[in-house]
Structure formats: C-alpha cells, structure tokens
C-alpha cells in the first residue's frame, strides 16, 4: 500500500490533521513550541503536528515590525487574560506567541539562579543539566548573535564573544536606528554614581547584576524585522520539512488518554476551530504529546484533560482523570510601574528601540534601607510561606523554596528590580520599573468545561508586602536618578508621578498599587520541580504521572529570573528537545 501523503507547511485547514496520526504533537507555536517542533522536525523519519490558536500573521507589520510594540495589545493577537485586582495581562495569540509580539529585549539573568533549579530536583536529577552550564550551552544554541557595528559601537553597545552563538536560528543584535543621544548614556553614569551599580559591557554571560546596553531579538538580514521563534526555526525551513504540519487557527481542547492506562498514556489530542465554532476534531500521536500553550493556558488544557486539583475540575465539570492539585499554582508574575520627566530639547538621536537596562541587587536598590530590608526577610520568610500555602503545595514546600529565593537576594546579589530606561515613555526620559523577584503566588484555574473561556487568572499581587518595598524603592530610586546629573541636565522637570506623589512612603505605596501594570512574564504554574515541593514535572519534562506528555514552556520555571524571559525559555526548549530525541 503506497504511504499516504501528508500536508506539511502551514496550513488553516483541520482536514489536514484530523484522523492523522503524527510522532509527535506539539501544543502551542509560541516561543517553545514552535522550537521544539522544528528541532524534533529535523528527523525527516518522524512527523511532527504543531497546532496553534492563533493566526500566521507573519506578514502583518504589528508583527514585524519591532517599532510596532504594543500596537498587537487587545487585537485578535492577544490573549489578554483579565487578572485579579482589576489588571490585564497580554500573551501572543498568533503563530510564534508572544515572540510574535513582545519587546524583544534579550537578557539571560544571573548563573547562580539556574543553579538553584537543581535544588528544587530529586537529588539523582540534580547532573541533568537544569543548571546554568546546561542551559548557557542552549541559549548559545539557538542564537547567531551579531556583533555591534562601528556605529553601535559609537553609541555605547559592547558584546563579549565567548558568551554567545553564532550559528543558532534566532537573530540577536543592536538595532541600526540605535539610540545615539545623549540620554542613555547619562542615565548609565548617573545610576553607577548613585548606586555603585557596575556597568557591564555584555551582561548575558551570567553575570546579570548590572546596567548595560543589551541586544534585542532582530535581524539585521531582514531590514531590522522581528526575529521571532517562527521567524527563526520555521521560515527558513518551511518548504522542505515536508514531515512538518503546523495548523494554525485551532485551538487543542483536551489530551486523550488510553482507557485506564497508568501511568496515563496520551493517545493524542482533541481539537476545533480557535473560534469556538464546528466540530471537534482528533489526532493521534505515535509517540508523544507536548505542550507548549504558555504559562497561563497550558494548566488549564492539562486541567480540562481531567488532571488536576480534583475541587477545580468537579466544579467546572471535568472528569477527574488523574487528582494533582499542583496544576496551576506557583504563579509568578511580576509588576511595573513607570516614572519620567520631561527633556530639555536634547535630540534623541536614533529610534531605538531602548536597550539600557539596569538590573540592581538589594544593597543597590535600597541603598542605606538595605539591612532593613534584609532582615525583613530573614524575619518574615516563614509567614509568608504560611500566608502562601493555598497557591503552593504546602507552607513547608513554599519554606523551602522560600529560602533558595531569599539565599538568592541575600548571599548572592540576584537583581531585585529591573530598571529600564525607556526615551519617550512616559516621557522624554521614562524609566520601566519592576520587581523581579516576587514571594507572593498565584494559580490558574478553569471556571468551567469550555476550553473557550479563559481561565480564572490570581496573581495575588503584592500579597506579601515585600513585593510592593522592591516596587516602590524601584520608583523611588527612578525618581532620584532622574533628578541627579549628568541625567538631570537633560530633564526640565519631573512629568510622572509628579505631584501625584509627594515622596512619603504612603504616597508612593498608593501611586505603585494603583497604577501597576502586569509585566506578562507569567511562570511557574507547571514547575520543574519534586512533586513534593509542587512541581508538575521532573527532569525529564514529563508530566507526573503520565507516560508520554512533556511540558517545555513557561510553565516550567520554578521561580522567576532577573531577566526578560526569552533568552532562557529558547535555551530550555533547546534542551527539551535533545533530550526527547535522545529518549525514543
Ligand atoms: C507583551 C509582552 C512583552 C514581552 N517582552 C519581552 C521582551 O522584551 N524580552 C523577552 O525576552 N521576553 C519578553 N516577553 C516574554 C516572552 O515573550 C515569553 O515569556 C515567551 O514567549 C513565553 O514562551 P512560551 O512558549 O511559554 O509561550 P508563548 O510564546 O506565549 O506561546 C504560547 C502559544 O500557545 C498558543 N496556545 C495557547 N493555548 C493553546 C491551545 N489550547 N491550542 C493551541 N495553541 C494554544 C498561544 O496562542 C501561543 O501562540 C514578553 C511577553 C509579552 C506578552
């Protein structure tokens, strides 16, 4: 019997994935998932189905363009789940997920925290290479990093070769239309004066506590354009991966499972038009199952399969296939909240995008109240667990991790604030500002049995109170450094908050509370971690409890790094798909 051909390259229509049967399915084209599918892809023995809920808007300029930013937010593009305390937060919801629409900052975070992940692991995992050697190698991987040129150069970009890759499918470089005013240099010097902060030349070698001019994911080959993940891994491949499909438009609304198996076996996936209409469709998978839907909708198709804490999934309606609570907690997100003053005439000198970022540690951040905040800490960490422990597994399990985070501030100068300086947002001179490292956790929890609706997203942000002293030290610190010199030569006055806040602590903790945005860096809600602590998944990515189903997105991270998230969850996606290969 001659073998049936199939449809590869990206298509809309379901007929070309229904009663198919694939290798591998993979859950979701975003950062992750379109990575992991394009490497698995790369064996022309296998055939591999990514499904997406979004579009291919590959050629739309709110996609491409990188001096589009935001433009996306709220469209069809955007998942923008509504959040607890009134707040929004956005999730790409188009082929390449939210690569296909965030900032494309690219930084990495600091080597002692991936090293920590291992502590979170059984002690026999603690080898696997879920730590920074590990996990560096896979960033270099996925990277062809170029150098600044003469003219980036000029105005201030550095790199250090050994920290990076150079045949990698994801573009990394400065922009042309750089910044080469006045403003970026002067907030570098004025914060190094200020803090004692260091300025690093290329800070995505692990170092990751200081200020530097950091690259951005684009291409220079292609006009400055967006190097997003399909951009990177699917583009270029598109046509020839003739044993790849990625059906775009359909949304996956549950994980089959083998009648009675145990461990649970996967046998494939269900799936229907992302607008909710038409028939449901299936497809099979030979080997295995991976899901890549992000930190917000991967725990909620894994709850809608029938796993998951048994109370959400009776309430919703779901059958309970397998009872693990873990599902959905150990949110992590973070919040920002941005001050600015107006300038004085000085030319900008570029487009940008911006690309100074400082990443202070708590001495840096809080100057002479540092000990106090310290000892807040030391004093408090054990309550917090406790007043925690309904978005964790347990008080203890949240102590322990409690206390790798706290190790992590205290002893080993993990950033605690990212301060990004911003021309022209909000104003002139704008400084982003945001806490890095929360303690409060949040969960994600499915209301009811329609994969349609959102899940219930709690942040419970600012649930414990040190959270809100890094945001406001944050923009207190913005407020000085805006007006001290050699900055402040270039400001004719404060714009926001201005006289919103009169500089008592009350004032700033209103403004911040009030104000705050969601960062949309959401992680943790299907840890890599010992099932005791609340983890979801073990070294190997597979789902506790299941036999054939990996998770390789966001989800995974246990605590959060002092960095954009991209870097990273490329260098994990890398790493998740050696090691499937390697398995089968
Ligand atoms: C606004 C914004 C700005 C950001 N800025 C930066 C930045 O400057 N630098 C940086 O490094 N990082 C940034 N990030 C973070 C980074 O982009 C994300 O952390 C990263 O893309 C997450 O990767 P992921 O694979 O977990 O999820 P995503 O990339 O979000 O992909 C998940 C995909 O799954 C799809 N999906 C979900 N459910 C289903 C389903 N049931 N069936 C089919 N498909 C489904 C989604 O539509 C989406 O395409 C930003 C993120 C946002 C939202």
Redesign the pocket.
């Known amino acids: 019997k001659p073998l049936q051909k199939r449809a590869s390259g990206v298509s809309t229509n379901s007929g070309d994935a229904d009663g198919q049967s694939f290798d591998y399915i993979v ?8 990575t992991v599918a394009a490497r698995l892809a790369e064996d022309s023995s296998v055939s591999v189905l990514l ?4 579009g291919d808007n590959r050629q739309d300029s709110r996609i491409y363009d990188i001096y589009a ?2 433009q996306a ?1 709220n469209t069809e593009l ?2 923008a789940w509504e959040t607890d305390q009134g707040k929004q ?19 990495r975070g600091m080597a002692e925290q991936f090293d920590s992940w291992t502590k979170l692991l059984e002690d026999s995992d603690a080898n696997a290479g879920w730590d920074w050697n590990g996990i560096f190698s896979y960033m270099k991987k996925s990277e062809t990093f170029s150098a600044p040129n003469d003219q980036q150069k000029a105005k201030g970009a550095q790199s250090n070769a050994d920290y990076h890759g150079t045949s990698g499918p994801v573009q990394i470089t400065y922009p042309d239309l750089m910044y080469g005013g006045p403003q970026q240099g002067a907030f570098l010097e004025t914060i190094v004066d200020l803090t004692g902060i260091s300025h690093e030349a290329d800070i995505n070698g692990g170092q990751g506590n200081g200020v530097s001019y950091t690259p ?2 684009l291409s220079w080959q292609d006009d400055d354009h967006r190097s997003s ?1 399909p951009q990177a891994y699917l583009t270029p491949v598109e046509s020839d991966r003739t044993n790849w499909l990625t059906l775009v438009e ?4 549950k994980i089959n499972w083998k009648e009675g198996s145990s461990p649970l076996t996967a046998t494939g996936v269900e ?1 229907a038009s ?1 607008d909710g209409s038409g028939n449901r469709f299936t497809a099979t998978a030979n080997r295995e199952v991976i899901v ?4 917000i ?2 725990p ?2 894994i709850q809608l399969s029938g796993v998951g804490d048994a109370d959400i999934l009776n309430d919703a309606g779901v059958d309970v296939v397998l009872d693990m609570k873990q599902i959905g907690r150990n949110l992590q997100e973070q919040t920002m909240n941005s001050v600015g003053a107006n300038g004085n005439g000085y030319d900008y000198g570029g487009r940008g995008p911006s690309d100074m970022i400082a990443y202070p540690n708590i001495h840096e951040l809080f100057g002479e109240d540092a000990e106090a905040s310290i000892s807040k800490i030391q004093n408090n960490v054990a309550s917090w667990a406790e007043s925690q422990a309904s978005a964790g597994q347990s008080a203890e399990a949240l102590r322990t991790i409690f206390d790798i985070q706290a190790d992590l501030i205290i002893n080993q100068n993990a950033p605690v604030a990212e301060m990004f300086f911003d021309s022209g947002f909000p104003a002139d001179l704008g400084i982003d500002n945001w806490q890095l490292l929360p303690f409060s956790r949040g969960n994600v929890a499915i209301s009811n049995n329609d ?1 349609f609706t959102k899940p219930t997203v709690t942040v419970n942000y600012f649930s414990v109170d040190w959270d809100l002293d890094v945001q406001v030290a944050a923009c207190k610190l913005g407020r000085t450094i805006l007006s001290s010199p050699p900055l402040s030569d270039l400001s004719s006055g404060e714009a926001v908050p201005g006289s919103e806040v009169d500089g008592s602590d009350a004032s700033w903790r209103s403004w911040v509370q009030n104000g705050f945005s969601a ?5 943790g809600t299907l840890a890599l971690m010992r099932a005791e602590l609340g983890g979801s998944v073990g070294a190997d990515l597979k789902l506790y409890g299941t036999e054939n189903v990996r998770v ?4 995974v991270l246990p605590m959060q790094i002092s ?5 990273a ?1 490329y260098g994990v ?1 890398e790493k998740a798909a050696d090691l499937i290969k390697a398995s089968h």
């Open positions: 859950v979701g084209a975003g950062l992750t998932g379109t499904v997406e809920a979004g930013y935001s937010f955007d998942w937060m956005h999730g790409g919801k188009t082929l390449g997920g939210s690569t296909s629409i965030n900032g494309g900052h690219y930084t951005l994911t993940a359909h949304q996956v609304t799936f992302a890549a839907c992000g930190a909708q991967s909620a198709l994969p960062v949309a860096h959401p992680i390789v997105d966001a989800s960095a954009h998230l991209s870097a969850l996606a």
